[in-house]
C-alpha cells in the first residue's frame, strides 16, 4: 500500500489504488473519467459534449489581492480549457478566512468577474462565507464547465504516435512569476532593478487560456491538436511523462528544442531549482498531427506565444527518451516538485 506523499497531489500509485476503483455509479454518458494526469472530465448529453474541472480557489495575499484573483480563475480555466473547448459555466465556492475583509472580497470578486465576463464565462452558483480554521491559499473550490459539440473536444484518447509535441513558453514559467513577485528584493539585489522588473512581467502569463484556444482554431483530432495538458507540478518533464501515459504511448523530446522565456534560466540559478521539474502553469503541452504542428506553432507566434516543436508521440514499446546534448536518457516523471522547498526556503531567509 502507497503511502500520502508529505505535500502536494497524490501518487498515481495512491490514485490507483484509493480513488480510481471507488467513481460512484457507472454510466455510459461518461466519455473520460478521473484519470491520473487528465485534467478535465468529459460527458456526452445529447448530441453535446460537456467538459468539467475542479481545482481549489488559490489565493496568496501576497501577490497582492487583484493579482492573486487574477491567478486564481486562471488555474480553473487552464485546466478546463486543455479539453479543446471555451469555458461556459463557473461554480465556486469560497470559504474565506476570518481576517479577510469586505473590501479585500470585493478587489478579488471584481477581479473574478471581470475575468469571467472577458472570457464569456456564466457564474451560475456558489457559496461564499468566513469560517474558522481555512486559510491561505486554499480558500475553497471551484468547478469550471465547457459545453460544445461532440466532434469538438480533445482528449489523450485522440493521440497517436507520430503526433508532434509543441510546447508553449517553456519551461517554469510558475515558479519564476512566483519567486519574481513574491521575493523582488531578493531578486534585485542580485540581478538589478532593470531585471527584477522584468522578471516581475512573468506572472501575467501563468495562464494557458489563450494557448489552448488559439492552437484549437487550426483544427482538433485528425485535423490539429489531438491533446493537451498544462505543465503544473513537476513542470514539463512531469507533463510530458503524464500526457504520454494518459495517452498509453511512449514519448520522444529534445531538450534543447523547448523555448525558454528571458530571465527564466538566472532566476532558477538563483533559488537553485531545476526549471524543467518545477511548476509551470501557463506552460501548454500540445500533441498534434504531424501535418499541421506547424500551423499551429505560427498561430500561437502570431498571438505573440512563443512555441516550438520539441519532440513527438511514439509506440508505447519505445518508452519515454529524452534527448539532452546530443545524448539518450530516460524520461523520468520528477516526483517531487523542487520549486515548494525552494519557495519555503528562500521566505525563511
Known amino acids: 500500500m502507497t503511502e500520502l506523499p508529505d505535500i502536494g497531489k497524490i501518487s498515481q500509485d495512491v490514485f490507483n489504488e484509493l480513488i480510481y476503483p471507488r467513481l460512484g455509479a457507472k454510466s455510459n454518458k461518461v466519455i473520460v473519467g478521473p484519470y491520473h494526469g487528465i485534467d478535465v472530465g468529459i460527458v456526452e448529453i445529447g448530441n453535446r459534449a460537456v467538459a468539467m474541472t475542479t481545482d481549489p480557489v488559490f489565493i496568496v495575499p501576497e501577490y497582492g489581492w487583484e493579482r492573486s ?175 504520454a501515459q494518459s495517452s498509453n504511448l511512449g514519448v520522444r523530446v529534445e531538450k534543447e528544442q523547448i523555448v525558454v522565456e528571458d530571465c527564466i534560466p538566472e532566476i532558477c540559478e538563483l533559488f537553485n531549482i531545476d526549471p524543467y521539474s518545477s511548476i509551470s502553469e501557463g506552460t501548454l503541452i500540445i500533441s498534434a498531427r504531424a501535418h499541421k504542428a506547424d500551423e499551429i506553432v505560427k498561430v500561437l507566434s502570431e498571438k505573440g506565444i512563443p512555441a516550438s516543436i520539441v519532440g513527438e508521440l511514439t509506440h508505447p514499446e519505445e518508452g519515454m527518451v529524452l534527448i539532452e546534448g546530443g545524448e539518450e536518457k530516460k524520461l523520468e516523471h520528477p516526483e517531487v516538485d523542487p520549486f515548494w522547498p525552494a519557495f519555503f526556503k528562500a521566505l525563511e531567509r
Open 69 to 243: 484573483a487574477w491567478f486564481a480563475i486562471h488555474i480553473l480555466l487552464s485546466d478546463a480549457v486543455t479539453s479543446g473547448l471555451a469555458p461556459s459555466y463557473l461554480s465556486i465556492d469560497l470559504n474565506l478566512p476570518l481576517e479577510m475583509t469586505r473590501q479585500q472580497l470585493e478587489i478579488v470578486w471584481e477581479t473574478i468577474h471581470k475575468e469571467c465576463e472577458r472570457l464569456g464565462v456564466s457564474i451560475v452558483c456558489g457559496h461564499t462565507g468566513r469560517y474558522e480554521n481555512c486559510h491561505y491559499p486554499m480558500v475553497g473550490g471551484a468547478t469550471v464547465i465547457c459545453v460544445g459539440g461532440k466532434d469538438e473536444y480533445v482528449t489523450p484518447a485522440f493521440a497517436r504516435a507520430g503526433d508532434k509535441i509543441i510546447i508553449t513558453k517553456g519551461p517554469a514559467i510558475e515558479a519564476v512569476g512566483i519567486f519574481a513577485t513574491s521575493l523582488p528584493e531578493r531578486i534585485r539585489e542580485t540581478l538589478g532593478e532593470e531585471f527584477a522588473k522584468k522578471a516581475e512581467d512573468i506572472f501575467w502569463k501563468m495562464s494557458v487560456v489563450e494557448d489552448a484556444l488559439t492552437a484549437v482554431t487550426v483544427g482538433v483530432r485528425d485535423e490539429g491538436v489531438s491533446a493537451m495538458h498544462d505543465a503544473t507540478e513537476c513542470g514539463i518533464w512531469g507533463g510530458l511523462y503524464e500526457l
